[in-house]
């Protein structure tokens, strides 16, 4: 069993876990960070977190409609959390700077109700589809 498996099994607490996947980003290892703050989010869907810092990740790596759908559900979850409203604000720029450079529209917010079921269901990877 690899070592990010086993890790990932011993750790119990979703706040453990997702301390674990940002320093995992912080070492440079950003696919392993996903996977485990997957895993976080997972665990604990009523837990702002993990949804916040996957955000904030997947805006670093240009998938804005996804990284709104996770800030937007971490808002939901803590409203008026100074960390989620400065990634949510981050990321939204960088989605409207990206369409503005390549002549695109105004896209529509994403995040349908389908989504934020899926999330709330602990369903992470379906909360895209």
């Avoid at 706040?15 to 290892?29: A, V």
């Amino acid at each position: 069993m690899s070592r990010l498996k086993q890790t990932m099994k011993s750790v119990t607490s979703s706040r453990e876990l997702n301390g674990y996947g940002m320093t995992l980003f912080l070492k440079n290892m950003p696919m392993n960070a996903l996977v485990v703050l997957t895993e976080a989010a997972r665990r604990s869907p009523d837990d702002f977190l993990p949804f916040n810092n996957l955000g904030a990740i997947l805006n670093n790596f240009g998938q804005y409609e996804m990284a709104l759908i996770l800030l937007r559900y971490a808002d939901e979850l803590s409203p008026d959390n100074a960390m989620v409203l400065s990634n949510l604000g981050v990321t939204e720029l960088d989605g409207a700077v990206r369409r503005r450079r390549k002549g695109l529209p105004e896209s529509p917010r994403p995040g349908s109700e389908s989504s934020r079921s899926q999330l709330r269901s602990g369903h992470v990877e379906r909360a895209a589809e």
